[in-house]
């Protein structure tokens, strides 16, 4: 049983949902916003945002952690890019808007995007 586990495992072992959360990221960081599933939407959330938290601060120490998550050069520069622009603003720095639900199979589907 599931009591008291609270992570989303969107049907895949560990190794696969992290280089999933990891393409989603980077596709966010270098596009601003993408359409995917709503349990990955809010599943990526809590990916995307200790990252934009960590970039704002901007040590050494943090573009390395970004480093690690983000799989190109050119995303993590990006993102130390989008933590400059957030440098005010204490959290909640993606939104999720419903899109309706995909035709094939119903699911629902949603975008997600950085606040400006």
Request: charged content about 30%; aromatic content about 4%; glycine content about 10%.
């Amino acid at each position: 049983m599931r009591h008291n586990k609270k992570k989303a495992t969107l049907g895949r072992e560990a190794a696969p949902r992290k280089a999933l959360f990891r393409n989603l990221a980077e596709s966010l960081v270098l596009h601003g916003a993408i359409n995917t599933t709503r349990a990955k939407a809010k599943a990526l959330r809590g990916v995307v945002e200790p990252l934009v938290t960590k970039a704002k601060r901007g040590t050494l120490a943090d573009r390395r952690a970004i480093a690690e998550v983000l799989y190109t050069k050119n995303a993590g520069g990006k993102m130390m890019e989008l933590g400059k622009k957030y440098i005010n603003r204490p959290g909640g720095y993606t939104r999720i808007i419903s899109i309706g639900a995909r035709q094939q199979d119903g699911a629902d589907m949603v975008r997600i995007e950085f606040v400006s």
